[in-house]
Structures are given as structure tokens and as C-alpha cells.
């Protein structure tokens, strides 16, 4: 059989007790962040190995939903701690960057590795537009209570701010049976809509192997998600003082480094699966890990707030998160609506998402 983790990526391994170690005896937090960033880059693999296995035996719309949350579980695990500690900014900082990195950097990576090698790629159209719909009501619903907060929140008014609560309280609600509704569509009344479209063989490339079984691919899948979570919790407890060491502000810790890092295993995911020519399960993977963090990651942390963390948490994005995540949708929309992808497009992508991390690098703390 065809070992998954090549030894380039296997040995890497090690850095996971080389972060428990550092953590305990240096002082210096942005050696244990990088650290524990570079131990997340095998676990990522071994998520989207066990991911595509699970395909085999579930079809890949669903073998991108589970990748999608499996791939989250660091998200949710570092929104919690730090919700915790009452850190909100970096928790929204992260919960925007999440979403940045899935629509722009791992599909624009995917379009182009997969571009330079297939030359042209196609997935379904119809799978496409539904999550593109998807994603423009998660970001709108993301504005609604920004804009409350923005335009009707001054000084102490108690009126105000109680109905701002219950404004975020019944938003958070709607938002996850939006997404229970979503699931039901997907996976009971309209499967067909998001099944693969049908490809020319491709030549396959080194050995043949058989897939794995089960109750192997799912409880690698639980191991490595769990190990994900630990050292996600290592990394940004590591995040603040590493901010501070390299003169970068909590925005652009929060929606770069955090992000990408507490995404990685989709986004490796769904590159591995663009070189494989598996578009379709890379679209499933990429939009369908930023659609569950707009509307079941992001709602659920608001109801958890009220009794994890000093005080409630409200989807109060600043104007440049709200800018940025409307700009990705619709470069994303614009790219992706005709089921076709090419290497040039990734560039398109990869550039927008450039751009916004250079937004955030010289944003100052305070917008």
C-alpha cells in the first residue's frame, strides 16, 4: 500500500513535543508559536489522507463536510480559550480571517497547482452557486450587527444595548437552523445538485493503492483533529506575545496567522485534492469549511459567550473585516460562477488576499 504522509511531511511530527517542550522552558513565545504552526502542517495532512479515504465509501459532498469540520475543530477549540479570556477582537479577528483564507488563498492555491498541472479544470456549476448564495447571506448577516453596533451604540445606553443582545441572541439562532436547513438540503432532499461532475480519466500518478478501511480513516481522523485542537490551543496562547515580539497588531495575528494556521487542514486539503484533479472535492472542502464557520462556528460562539468568558460576545466586525469579507465573496462569485478553473484564476485570488493581509498589517490597533 502507498504510505499517505511522505517522509517530507512525516518528519515533522517532531515538533509536536518540541512544542510542549519550548513551551515550558523559553520565554520567547514567538519561537513556541512557529513551533507549534509547523506541528500543525503534518496533522493538517493526515486529516485531509483520512478526509479522502471517508470519500471513497461517502461521495465527496460529504466527504467535504466532514473534512470541513473536522478541519474547524481547531477554529472552535481557540475561539473558545480566548473567548475565555475575553479576548473578542482576536476571536472575531480569527473568525474573518478564516473565512478569508478558505475563499481566497486555499481555493486560489487549488486553482492554481491545479491549472499549472491539468492546464483547465471543471466542477459543477450548480454545486458552485449554492455556496456562493450561501456565503453572501453569511456575510450579510455578519453586517447586520455591526452596522446596529456601529450606527446605534453610543455611550452606556442600557435600551440600546439590551436590544443590541437580543439582536445577536436571535441572529445566532437563525444562523444555525439556516445551517441545519442547509445540511438537510444537501445531504436528504437535493443530493444530486452537489454530486461530481463526470471527468475523463486521468492518468494516474505513482502507485495504485486500496483505500483505507472505515474505522481506520475515521479514527485517524479523531486523533488527528484532537492533536489539531491541543496544539492549536499551544498556538494562540502563543499569539498575543508573538504580536508583540515582531511589532504586528492583534487584527493581523488574528485574521493571518491564526487563521491560516487554525485552517490549515482544509486548506491543505483541498490543494491535495486540486492536484488530484478533484475540484469538486475541493470546492466542497474550501466553501463549505467558510459557510460553517459564518453560519454554525460564529452564532454558536455568541450563545457560548454568555457563559464562557467576563462578558457576551457580539458579531461586531470593524469596517475593514466586514470590506474585506464582502470583497472575497464577490471576487469569488465573479471567478468561480462558471465551473471552470484555470491557473490564472488563482492568481486573481491569491492577489486579493495579498492585498487584505497588507490592509491588516498597517491597520492600527484601534479601527
Known amino acids: 500500500m502507498k504510505r499517505y504522509l ?16 519550548l513551551e515550558r522552558i523559553v520565554t520567547s513565545e514567538s519561537l513556541v508559536f512557529f513551533s507549534a504552526s509547523l506541528s500543525i502542517i503534518p496533522i493538517a495532512k493526515l486529516i485531509g489522507e483520512s478526509t479522502e479515504n471517508l470519500a471513497h465509501y461517502t461521495g465527496d459532498t460529504i466527504g467535504g463536510l466532514l473534512n470541513a469540520t473536522f478541519g474547524n475543530a481547531p477554529e472552535l477549540i481557540i475561539a473558545v480559550m480566548a473567548l475565555h479570556a ?45 455556496y456562493n448564495s450561501m456565503m ?3 456575510v450579510y448577516s455578519m453586517l447586520i450587527p455591526s452596522s446596529f453596533h456601529r450606527f446605534f ?5 442600557t435600551v440600546y444595548r439590551q436590544n443590541e443582545s437580543n439582536l445577536n441572541i436571535l441572529l445566532a439562532v437563525s444562523l444555525l437552523l439556516a445551517y441545519v436547513f442547509y445540511l438537510y438540503f444537501m445531504i436528504k432532499t437535493h443530493p444530486d445538485l452537489f454530486k461530481s461532475i463526470k471527468k475523463a480519466p486521468v492518468v494516474k500518478e505513482e502507485e495504485e493503492h486500496e483505500p483505507w478501511s472505515k474505522k481506520k480513516a475515521i479514527g ?7 492533536t489539531a485542537a491541543f496544539m492549536s490551543e499551544i498556538l494562540v496562547g502563543a499569539a498575543e506575545g508573538t504580536g508583540k515580539e515582531l511589532g504586528m497588531s492583534s487584527a ?29 472535492l475541493t470546492i466542497s472542502i474550501a466553501l463549505g469549511s467558510s459557510i460553517q464557520i ?7 460562539l455568541i450563545l457560548l459567550s454568555f457563559f464562557v468568558g467576563p462578558k457576551p460576545m457580539f458579531l461586531n466586525f470593524n469596517r475593514a473585516e466586514i470590506g474585506a469579507l464582502l470583497m472575497a465573496v464577490i471576487l469569488t462569485t465573479v471567478v468561480s460562477g462558471d465551473g471552470k478553473s484555470n491557473w490564472f484564476k488563482g492568481i486573481q485570488m491569491i492577489t486579493l488576499y495579498l492585498l487584505i493581509a497588507l490592509l491588516f498589517y498597517f491597520i492600527p490597533e484601534q479601527t
Not at 451604540?153 to 445606553?157: D, K, L, S, V
Open 220 to 226: 485517524a481522523l479523531i486523533v488527528a483533529s484532537v
Open 153 to 157: 451604540i453610543t455611550g452606556e445606553n
Open 252 to 280: 493581523f495575528i488574528g485574521i493571518v496567522f491564526v487563521a491560516v494556521i487554525g485552517g490549515a487542514a482544509e486548506s491543505i486539503s483541498a490543494i491535495t485534492m486540486a492536484a488530484k484533479n478533484k475540484l469538486d
Open 86 to 130: 475575553g479576548l473578542h477582537e482576536m476571536v472575531l479577528a480569527s473568525l474573518a480571517g478564516a473565512i478569508l483564507a478558505n475563499l481566497l488563498m486555499a481555493t486560489g492555491i487549488s486553482f492554481l497547482v491545479g491549472g499549472i498541472k491539468f492546464h483547465n479544470q471543471e466542477y459543477n456549476p450548480v454545486t458552485i452557486k449554492m
Open 294 to 300: 459564518a453560519l454554525f462556528i460564529a452564532p454558536l
Open 6 to 21: 511522505k517522509p517530507s511531511v512525516f518528519w515533522l511530527f517532531i515538533f509536536i513535543p518540541v512544542t510542549v517542550l
Open 136 to 138: 453572501f447571506l453569511a
